[in-house]
């Protein structure tokens, strides 16, 4: 009796680990150093005055920042830095001259690495997600 309710357990918990999956990676993205104003729509508030993206505002360059975010232990573990991914969108709202960002995305995507089966059970193996801000920066 014992050995059939081993063999049941075993049947259900091995085609498990094929389609559950632990992994994924892990990290705090903090705005506060952004040194521009940044919004997810077409208007956005620059210096005390609503701004709307129309004829007088120039758009001077769409962005796409990607970074590969790493974590263990089933991701309670981060291994990656978040303020990385602020100061780069900094450095390229100022490269555009530009004095905001507008109709800024954030998109999230899971690494490949995530999904191999059994393996990303184990909490030892990093496991990783890809995060893309996207948006429009532009000049009043």
């Known amino acids: 009796m014992r050995l059939k309710i081993y063999r049941a357990l075993l049947a259900v ?9 632990c992994a994924g990676g892990r990290a705090t993205i903090r705005f506060n150093k952004l040194e521009y ?4 729509t077409a208007y956005v508030v620059v210096d005390g005055k609503e701004i709307i993206r129309d004829e007088k505002t120039r758009a001077v360059g769409a962005f796409e920042i990607k970074k590969r975010f790493w974590g263990i232990v089933y ?14 969108l900094n450095r390229e709202v100022a490269s555009k001259k530009g004095k ?3 109709n800024f995305r954030i998109e999230n995507e899971a ?3 995530n999904a191999i089966p059994l393996l990303s059970a184990l909490p030892i193996l990093p496991g990783c997600t890809i995060v893309t801000f996207k948006g429009e920066v532009i000049r009043p």
Request: glycine content about 4%.
């Open 13 to 21: 918990s091995l085609p498990a680990l094929f389609f559950l999956h």
């Open 37 to 40: 104003p940044v919004s997810t």
């Open 75 to 88: 991701s309670f573990v981060s291994l990656s830095d978040g303020d990385e991914m602020i100061e780069r």
């Open 100 to 102: 905001a960002v507008t």
């Open 111 to 113: 690494c490949a690495i």
